[in-house]
């Protein structure tokens, strides 16, 4: 793979590849990097532009402190490391996407703007990541209802063509993904953690082996799992999504209805959630904060997943607006 | 300015009176000053550390991090450490072997405290050097350092597959990253393969290869036991030390053997598996000189440097002339007169065409290794070798050619476990043709050498496109006369009768094969193993190896001559106590008397009783195709049984070949599961191919 110059410089700037943890100088922050973006595009600018400047110039160019400029002229060294550590990467199976880069998914930057992730870390087949299709979350232990409908929607993405969005952890996630990848559909898995360990599974080698799967993460590859990690993912699965299903929810805690609460108020897709007399707590509160019913026993026909999801809604969609921001 | 500052630090590093050698400035100012890539062909001893170490101190003070030097070396020479540290270059290696020095090295790195990090192809794909020593430079590579540049090339001589991981890694570094390659032995057709690799902006830098102080000459002796009475008959000429190259581990420790019988100072050298073999502390001794002669096998190669050696012989021929000249020109760097002397012999074709093919692990191996891998999660090399029929030796190189290809992974887990990865993977048979060709072409053209009458380090430079390439005047062709390419008959004789004396020891295998039996402790216990026993001679060789060969496959028979030559070995050499009080056999089904028959006139020699308790339960596939310990065991105690309990006393188990010993150590295991005594292994041969690298 090559890498863009734009792309190198965000990856200097941005991620941790080649850093230890306990190193003085952080990768920036979205927080920190989106002004400096933003200072680029005023001045008719790309990344790129960065690598060939030293300290002093970049001190002038994006107007900012002594330090600022030190931290990120510090950061902007470490291109032979990240030359290794990508070679690593690679050759494990594992490559990069910036916010630079045109196949970086648009979706995420219509709908999560300044919040788009800079990096992300990826495996598989990138051109699923933002096809038409519908997000599964829900929490890791299911009632009975709750697997009928991961397996349903699992299995009528499968046959109607539709990419199946989920966190690809245990639970719901892995049910509705093998069963999208068992029906000969394509899945998208977004990680909260540990990517490079999650490639070694034999069924996802084997679905990424023939292009049905990509699995993508916004954190170090090797991140392990922690419930930070986890949250911050959340907002990722819905929004390269085109409906989302929350099969089951806890109330008023918990990752799945943090996830939730926000893609209502954020208005990024129609969210429906699974509807039953046993349903948890959680669900009723979720319909009650403006979520569509997804009935249990479920629509009839897996081909007809998309119609119905499409009548079952009205558009609340936030207006998308694209920004050329890297 | 730069060049007389340059100039100063040299001077600092190895002496007051010294220069620049031609081309050492042009290659510090192409990577230090101008940040360019460059290439440098120079012959080894011309100084190509001093040109990374006076690189590395310009790039330092110019504010750039440390140097990266990759290298297949382990480490520095101590005297090229103390050199740097002259100039205030502080100097480590980071490998597998050091790892107690790891933490110390890091913090050093921290503090910037660190100027070059030398370390192996294989540790950039490392995940704690990745993950733990990288950053604490924080990627600020100064200057990245590709030593045996050649190694990059499928033309090169000794291409290695890690050095793909380099080119990759080069291709992403950005421009201001300054590279230099070094090499020794490029011709022009490799040049220019790296130059396509590390880029089109490459400098090539190159001197003439020339070693002004020695004399070649090549010496046809096609038996070994002439060949050894010419070493003895020629060694005291030389004043200084030098080496003798094999191509085996057997044949270093052979040719010590007999060395040493005649009085000479002389050690073996090797990778092979020794304990006793102390690498760093035989090169110590060598170059103070305590040792006068090491022979050795290619393990001492590139990166050692001892300036005072006299000559470098070579048993047995190199499989090219790019290694012969690598090799040869160990000597002679800093004496007036230095001598390579060529010996070659029958055997030298068979060793290097057995090199030849087992360069690259079969299709067929491979593809069974990808199959199993597909089917886990991760899987250690002992795992693997349970469930593919292949050497743990091929296993690994295969391993490595898909790891480097990103087909497989590493990952650690208490232990190293391989796994597939989602990298889709083709056999390059066109690229494992190409090099077996290659090695083939390289072997007519060593032995064009040997048969060469004009110049014969003419024809090396030529063989390496060196445009400086005139004749030499001093190597045997050019001066009609050199060392004697005969030998005194009693002398041949008395060789004869060493290589004819020369027994191998059989060390019982001390551990069970990993997981063939999955609940015990790895450690055959005590009243299970085996005692050290012998085998007559090597297979194959001159000595008995050729009746053992003739015995086996055209006479099915061995003869009386073999009976006697092992009752003299077990009676007057051996004399194992207790004496075993009797013999039995360890049939084949192909052959079933022929072992048996042969055991039972030894045992007749002996005067002890011979009993045939071993009996073949099924048709067992030939031990010899089964390619690793766990197969080969399993292969044993699935198709032998003993058949009662003969005695508590000590029974000679007699087999014709020995190759892995496992047949041995499970048949001992048997025999003595029964209730037998103990156990002392004894065989006609003991095969050589499988451990002839190394």
Redesign the interface.
């Known amino acids: 793979m090559t ?1 863009s110059p734009d792309s ?1 410089a965000l990856l200097l700037l941005c991620s941790h590849l ?3 943890s306990s ?1 003085e ?1 952080s990768p920036l922050t979205l927080k920190d990097w989106n002004p400096l973006a933003k200072k680029l595009l005023s001045i008719s600018k790309r990344p790129a532009i960065l ?1 060939d400047l030293n300290k002093e110039e970049l001190k002038n160019m994006l107007e900012i402190t002594e330090e600022e400029a030190e931290r990120i002229a ?1 950061l902007l ?12 990467l ?4 594992i490559d990069v996407l910036t916010r630079a880069d045109e196949d970086y998914p648009t979706r995420y930057k219509e709908r999560l703007k300044d919040s788009a992730p800079t990096i992300l870390f990826y ?2 087949e990138k051109a699923l990541l933002g096809q038409p299709g519908v997000a599964v979350v829900g929490s890791r232990h299911l009632d009975e209802a709750g697997q009928a409908c991961a397996e349903f929607v699992g299995n009528a993405c499968g046959m109607s063509g539709l990419v199946l969005y989920s966190g690809g952890a245990k639970g719901v996630d892995s049910i509705s993904m093998n069963a999208a990848l068992n029906s000969r559909g394509t899945a998208v898995g977004i990680l909260a953690d540990s990517l ?1 360990k999650a ?4 069924e ?3 679905a ?2 023939r292009g049905d799967l990509c699995l993508v993460t916004q954190y170090s590859p ?1 991140a392990p799992f922690s419930v930070g990690t986890a949250m911050g993912r959340n907002k990722l699965i819905y929004t390269l999504a085109d409906y989302a299903i929350v099969v089951a929810s806890d109330a008023e805690k918990g990752g799945t209805w943090a996830g939730a609460t926000e893609a209502l108020k954020s208005r990024w897709l129609p969210v429906f959630v699974l509807y039953h007399p046993d349903m948890p707590k959680g669900n009723k509160m979720l319909i009650e904060r403006g979520a569509y019913k997804f009935p249990h026993p479920l629509p009839n026909s897996h081909q007809e997943l998309q119609t119905w999801l499409e009548e079952h809604s009205s558009a609340t969609i936030a207006d998308p607006c694209q920004l050329s921001l890297f | 300015m730069d060049k007389r500052y340059t100039l100063m630090l040299l001077r600092k590093m190895i002496g007051e009176d010294k220069h620049f050698r031609p081309g050492q400035w042009e290659a510090i100012e192409a990577i230090a000053i101008k940040k360019q890539r460059a290439l440098v062909v120079q012959r080894t001893g011309w100084g190509k550390s001093l040109v990374y170490f006076l690189a590395t101190k310009l790039l330092r003070e110019q504010g750039s991090g440390p140097t990266i030097l990759i290298s297949p070396l382990l480490s520095l020479m101590r005297n090229q450490i103390v050199m740097a540290e002259k100039i205030g270059i502080r100097a480590f290696t980071i490998n597998s072997a050091n790892r107690a020095a790891w933490s110390a090295i890091e913090a050093a790195l921290a503090k910037d405290e660190c100027d070059l990090i030398l370390i192996s192809p294989e540790r950039l794909n490392n995940a704690h050097f990745i993950k733990e020593v990288l950053p604490k430079i924080s990627g600020r590579i100064g200057l990245f350092v590709v030593d045996e540049a050649h190694c990059i090339s499928d033309w090169g001589h000794d291409f290695r597959p890690d050095y793909r991981r380099i080119v990759r890694i080069v291709q992403m570094l950005p421009e201001g990253v300054p590279i230099l390659g070094t090499t020794a032995t490029a011709n022009d057709r490799v040049v220019e393969d790296v130059k396509v690799q590390l880029g089109p902006g490459l400098t090539v830098l190159r001197g003439p290869l020339a070693r002004e102080s020695l004399r070649l000459q090549n010496i046809q002796l096609s038996n070994q036991s002439e060949r050894l009475a010419w070493l003895a008959e020629n060694l005291p000429k030389f004043k200084g030390s030098g080496i003798v190259y094999c191509l085996t581990v057997a044949d270093t420790e052979r040719v010590t053997n007999w060395l040493k019988q005649k009085g000479f100072s002389a050690e073996a050298y090797h990778a092979g598996n020794d304990e006793n073999l102390d690498r760093p502390e035989l090169e110590q001794a060598f170059l103070k000189n305590e040792i006068k002669i090491l022979v050795a096998t290619v393990a001492l190669g590139m990166g050692f440097d001892k300036p005072d050696i006299d000559f470098v012989i070579h048993f047995q021929r190199p499989g090219s002339v790019v290694a012969y000249y690598q090799q040869v020109g160990r000597a002679g760097r800093a004496v007036e007169k230095s001598y390579g002397i060529l010996l070659s012999g029958i055997e030298d074709d068979q060793i290097q065409n057995y090199f030849i093919e087992s360069a690259f692990p079969s299709l067929q191996v491979t593809q069974n290794l990808l199959e199993v891998l597909e089917q886990s999660e991760g899987l250690s090399l002992y795992e693997i070798l349970a469930k593919v029929n292949t050497s743990k030796s091929m296993a690994e190189k295969a391993l490595k050619l898909l790891e480097v290809d990103g087909a497989v992974g590493q990952t650690y887990d208490k232990k190293v476990l391989y796994f597939r990865t989602p990298n889709a993977w083709h056999p390059d048979i066109e690229r494992s043709n190409r090099v077996q060709n290659l090695r083939k072409s390289e072997l007519a053209q060593m032995q064009a050498y040997v048969d060469h009458d004009g110049c014969l380090m003419q024809f090396l430079l030529n063989a390496l496109d060196d445009p400086h390439a005139t004749a030499c005047g001093r190597c045997a062709n050019c001066r009609g006369r050199g060392l004697p390419t005969e030998v005194a008959q009693k002398l041949v004789i008395e060789a004869e009768n060493f290589l004819k004396s020369d027994h191998i020891v059989i060390q019982p295998r001390k551990q069970w094969p990993v997981g063939l039996f999955p609940d015990q402790k790895r450690n055959i216990p005590l009243e299970y193993k085996n005692n050290a026993g012998l085998s007559l001679c090597y297979y194959g060789d001159a000595g008995w190896g050729n009746l053992v060969r003739s015995g086996k496959y055209y006479d099915n028979h061995f003869s009386d001559e073999l009976v006697k030559a092992s009752v003299h070995l077990i009676c007057d050499i051996w004399q194992p106590d207790p004496f075993p009080s009797w013999v039995t056999a360890i049939p084949s089904t192909r052959h079933p008397n022929l072992v048996p028959d042969f055991a039972r006139r030894l045992a007749g020699h002996l005067r002890v009783p011979f009993y045939s308790v071993i009996r073949r339960i099924r048709e067992a596939p030939e031990q010899k195709t089964m390619q690793n310990g766990f197969m080969q065991a399993r292969n044993v105690i699935n198709t032998i049984q003993i058949d009662q309990r003969v005695s508590q006393e000590p029974v000679l188990l007699v087999d014709d070949i020995i190759d892995s010993g496992w047949t041995l150590t499970m048949a001992g295991y048997l025999l003595k599961k029964q209730g037998n005594g103990q156990v002392y292994p004894f065989t006609l041969a003991q095969a050589t191919s499988r451990n002839a690298n190394g």
């Open positions: 890498l190198q080649g850093l230890s190193s100088n690598l510090h060294q470490r291109s032979g490391s990240i030359a290794i550590e990508l070679e690593h690679q050759s494990l199976g495996a598989g490079e490639i070694r599974n034999p996802n080698r084997e990424i082996y090797s």
